[in-house]
């Protein structure tokens, strides 16, 4: 099973959506070896003190805790993003993870760059591998991504769009 190291961002992107019959969370946990700095298990009971729909999502998400590995790293001083960030990258690098999760899009080009021999991918192509790997219909994956692009505040998103427009039956 290929290992994928998750940040907050897309956790709790994940998490917003959850249901029995569409479940992106339990699918990401199923499909791959998803290990968690600690410090992003931090991050996500600081999200959850919160009563929205984010606060909801990162409950949902340390409410599966037992379902992932989680695991400590030292920080990197020099690296300019959050901890969380800095964490998922430096855990991503010293695995040697296959798969990166973030859905930090405005720090892409950066996160991609910090990553060694991992594959960065966000929470749009996440669904849209689902499709690909046939544990979700395109219907399912757009209707996902669109609950959680009205949740995160994606509407305008480019990136998001395109990958949309990608979920499209032919």
Known sequence: MPRLIADASALVSLGIVA????????????????VVPTTVINELREIAFYDDVHGHAASAVLDRVDTFATQSVDLDAEFPLDDGENAAVTLANELEAALFLCDEFNQLGLIHASLADTRLVTTPTLLSVLVRTEHLSAAEARLLLDAISDARSWGANSYVQRASSLLEEP
């Open 19 to 34: 249901d029995d019959d569409l479940d992106p969370l339990a699918l990401c946990f199923s499909q791959y070896e998803v």
